[in-house]
Antibody, heavy 118, light 106 residues
Framework: QITVKESGPMLVQATQTLTLTCTFSGFSLNTDGVAVAWIRQPPGKALEWLAHIYWDDDKRYSPSLKDRLTITKDTSKNEVVLRMTNMDPMDTATYFC??????????WGPGTLVTVSS | DIVMTQSPATLSVSPGERATLSCRASQSVGSNLAWYQQKPGQAPRLLIYAASSRSTLIPARFSASGSGTEFTLTITSLQSEDFALYFCHQYSNWPQTFGQGTKLEI
């Protein structure tokens, strides 16, 4: 059974850096083709894809956020970390990580609500 | 970026009836499309991948079709637990993008 779960601060101050960790089980990020993705959802709004990291350390970022995002993996810990710099109140959202064993997202973590205070 | 447009934004249907949700891509995504269901306070759940393949444990009343730029999710014989928010997602091109969602309400 595959599970993923996000962890990190619920509140960050504007201009600070947000660090979120995705901890997963039931699959390996050493397996050919496997990836983990981060997606966010502002309150009452649509989903926005942020970043992907692949088994071979290939990384993809949202062009609109590319300069602020860094995604890394630690396969020994089954963790993927997302860092987002220069946080703004507009970045207030629920942040999800999801397994991308194939090309779609399944399953998703429960999400973590991050509020950015000015 | 590929823009995914879902319609309608809100769909009001009675239990037991059929709901048809649409998703249109601004350019062809082939069959590289997924549908997710999201209930309040919960994470999205995969319903459909590759445009028409049902995910594990998804009831047969959920079906989907389409390719290229036009896609449809159909839910027959609506149950109370089906009233939720539905998103489409294209994974054909970077950046991957989502539709803005269709709220299915009673």
């Amino acid at each position: 059974q595959i599970t993923v779960k996000e962890s990190g601060p619920m509140l960050v101050q504007a201009t600070q850096t947000l660090t979120l960790t995705c901890t997963f089980s039931g699959f390996s990020l050493n397996t050919d083709g496997v990836a983990v993705a981060w997606i966010r959802q502002p309150p009452g709004k649509a989903l926005e894809w942020l970043a992907h990291i692949y088994w071979d350390d290939d990384k993809r970022y949202s062009p609109s956020l590319k300069d602020r995002l860094t995604i890394t993996k630690d396969t020994s810990k089954n963790e993927v970390v997302l860092r987002m710099t220069n946080m703004d109140p507009m970045d207030t959202a629920t942040y999800f990580c999801a397994a991308a064993i194939s090309f779609w997202f399944d399953p998703w973590g429960p999400g973590t609500l991050v509020t950015v205070s000015s | 970026d590929i823009v995914m447009t879902q319609s309608p934004a809100t769909l009001s249907v009675s239990p037991g009836e059929r709901a048809t949700l649409s998703c249109r891509a601004s350019q062809s995504v082939g069959s590289n499309l997924a549908w997710y269901q999201q209930k309040p306070g919960q994470a999205p759940r995969l319903l459909i991948y590759a445009a028409s393949s049902r995910s594990t444990l998804i009831p047969a009343r959920f079906s989907a079709s389409g390719s290229g730029t036009e896609f449809t999710l159909t839910i027959t014989s609506l149950q109370s637990e089906d009233f939720a928010l539905y998103f489409c997602h294209q994974y054909s091109n970077w950046p991957q993008t989502f539709g803005q969602g269709t709220k299915l309400e009673i």
